[in-house]
C-alpha cells in the first residue's frame, strides 16, 4: 500500500489531547449512521484542517480505523503544512480518481500513525465542480465506509466556493469548526442554510481560536500554536487579532459541547 509519513506533526498539552478526546468520543455517538464527517467552515484561516488532522491522530489512539480524505482540491496544504512525505514513484490523488485516472485502491495511503489513513489530494484543479458533481467521490466515500470507522473530508470553506455543498451530499454529517468573535450571526445562518439544502445532517461546531479568559470553565478548550495559510484567488487570509507574525495561540470548544448551529 501507498504510504504517507507526516514529519511536522506538534503534540498537544493535555488540556488539547482532553478537548480532542471529547470531539471525538461525542462523534461516536452521533449515531451508527453517522460515519462519512465533512469539517468546513465559512472562511479561509478558522482551523479547520488543523481539526481535521489532529480528529485523524485522535480517532487513531482511541482505536478507530480512521481515514482522511482531502477535498479542498483548488487549494491543498495538508501535506505541506504538516510535512507529508510520499513514497517514490506514481503517485495518486483524489482529484485523479475522480478524472477517472485510477482506481480507488491507488489514492488509500497508510500514514505512520497506526490506524490512520489518508486520500491526498493529488493534483490541484481549478475545474473542481465539474470533478465533484459525478458519483465519483460518493462511490469512493462509499467504498472507505465499508473499509473504516470513519471517514473524515477535510472541505473548502462554504463561503467560499460551492465546492463544500457538493461534497456534504456525499456525507453523512458536517460539523462547522468556527473562529471565535469574527463571524457574523447572518454569515453562520448562511452556511447553515447552504449545507441543509444539500439534505445533510448538521452535527453542530467546533469553536475554535479562544482564549481561556473568555469562559469560566476550561475543560473544553486547549492551547495551540497553529496559524493558516490559505491565499489565493478565492481564498482571503484573516489576520490573528494578536498580530503576531508567527504561529497564533488557539483554543478549541468540542463539537459534543458545542452549540448547534441555528
Known sequence: MNK???????????????????????LTFAGAGIRRIMMTSCHA??????????????FARLGKRVVLVDADLRRSMILARYGGRVQKGVQFGLTHYLAGMCSAEDVLYETNMPGAYMVPVGREVNNSLSLLTTQ??????????DKFDFVLVDAPPVGMI???AEVAKSCDGVLFVINYNTISRREMQEAKLQIERTGCKILGAVLNNVS???????????????????????????PSKSGSKGAAKSGTRSAGSAKKAR
Open 4 to 26: 504517507i509519513e507526516f514529519t511536522r506533526f506538534a503534540e498537544l498539552d493535555y488540556t488539547g489531547d482532553e478537548a480532542l478526546n471529547t470531539l471525538c468520543t461525542n
Open 45 to 58: 484561516s478558522e482551523g479547520k484542517s488543523f481539526i481535521s488532522m489532529n480528529m485523524l491522530r485522535t
Open 136 to 145: 465519483k467521490l460518493s462511490q469512493l466515500l462509499d467504498w472507505l465506509g
Open 162 to 164: 460551492i465546492d463544500a
Open 212 to 238: 481561556f479568559d473568555s469562559y469560566s470553565s476550561k475543560k473544553y478548550y486547549y492551547k495551540s500554536y497553529y496559524n493558516t495559510h490559505y491565499e489565493s484567488d478565492y481564498y482571503q487570509h484573516t
